[in-house]
């Protein structure tokens, strides 16, 4: 351990807070646990925290002979810790019972607790359960909570979630993704759009044609965000521009500026000229021809 500053001995900073949090939260509540871990660089290592003030509490703590947990945290914080005790409680309480209506559910939890940063072995057997596993998945896509690092799986549960969802390519996850792009910030669209493009054609053709609907709303955009997974597809790319010469789309600055970095796949030299051309439009608005000159000068 390194030496110990004595002005360094003092609380109350935000990063002590969040070190005790996910102390209580993923190593009950002892540091030397914690310390083991981060040693041995485990998956739910969070990269912003100093190991050096680790250290620093757990000897802080030693020489005061009292847990830091109840001198900085809150009862909104205790709340908090205690319920996600009880969710890591719930899921290993899944391994207790032998009941085969539990099963897909054990499935999931061995994902969220694996201690693997690529766990094959647990995505294999989620994978091979194929669409009756589905509605189970989409369940834990859906809760904010496994978002957070606090949570079991560290908040990388729902990433390995959505490549299981892609894996199985059922068409069904497609709409449900849909509808959750773009739903809230706890919501990584980058996760929502690996597991799209996972799917592959068939959740592209749906993209298409939610992207081409009229009347132009909300659902255009999310579609449009959507298929960045799918950019440098010639199809997506063409439809893009098609939609763009619509000067009622162009009105629109939030849908008009994806579908112009959908434009960047476009391939052929007439496509592209006819994007130069719209650029060069006069009745092409303004804020948009910052966007337009960059993909212009990326083909480049």
């Known amino acids: 351990m390194t030496d110990i500053d004595e002005n360094s001995l003092q609380l109350n900073n935000a990063q002590d807070i969040a070190i005790l949090m996910h102390r209580e939260a993923h190593f009950g509540g002892e540091f030397s646990i914690m310390l083991d871990y981060y040693s041995k660089e485990g998956k739910g290592v ?19 002979k009292q847990n830091l947990a109840p001198l900085l945290l809150t009862g909104g914080d205790a709340e908090r810790i205690y319920e996600i005790r009880q969710v890591y409680k719930k899921l290993k309480d899944l391994y207790e019972t032998k009941s085969s209506k539990n099963e897909n559910k054990k499935l999931i939890a061995d994902l969220i607790l694996s201690e693997d940063e690529n766990p094959e ?3 294999k057997a989620i994978v091979e359960k194929k669409g009756e596993i589905i509605p189970e998945l989409l369940a834990i896509l859906k809760n904010e909570e496994y978002y957070d690092p ?16 892609g894996l199985i390519g059922d068409k069904r996850a497609i709409i449900s993704i849909f509808e959750m792009i773009g739903y809230g910030d706890f919501f990584n669209d980058e996760i929502l759009l690996e597991s799209l493009k996972a799917i592959g054609d068939p959740a592209k053709n749906f993209l298409l044609k939610v992207l081409r609907g009229k009347p132009y709303n909300e659902d255009n955009e999310r579609a449009a965000i959507a298929l960045m997974a799918f950019k440098h597809d010639d199809e997506v790319a063409n439809t893009a521009l098609s939609i763009l010469n619509d000067q009622e789309v162009l009105k629109d600055l939030s849908l008009s500026t994806y579908l112009i970095l959908l434009c960047e796949g476009l391939q052929s030299d007439n496509s592209r000229q006819a994007f130069k051309d719209l650029y060069e439009n006069p009745n092409t608005p303004i804020f948009l021809k910052n966007d337009m000159k960059a993909v212009i000068t990326n083909w480049n």
């Open 121 to 123: 072995s647990e995505i």
């Open 46 to 64: 969070n990269p912003e925290f100093d190991l050096k003030r680790i250290e620093e509490l757990a000897f802080l703590e030693t020489q005061m």
């Open 150 to 165: 606090l949570y079991p799986g560290y908040g990388q549960a729902p990433s390995l979630i959505a490549k299981c969802l």
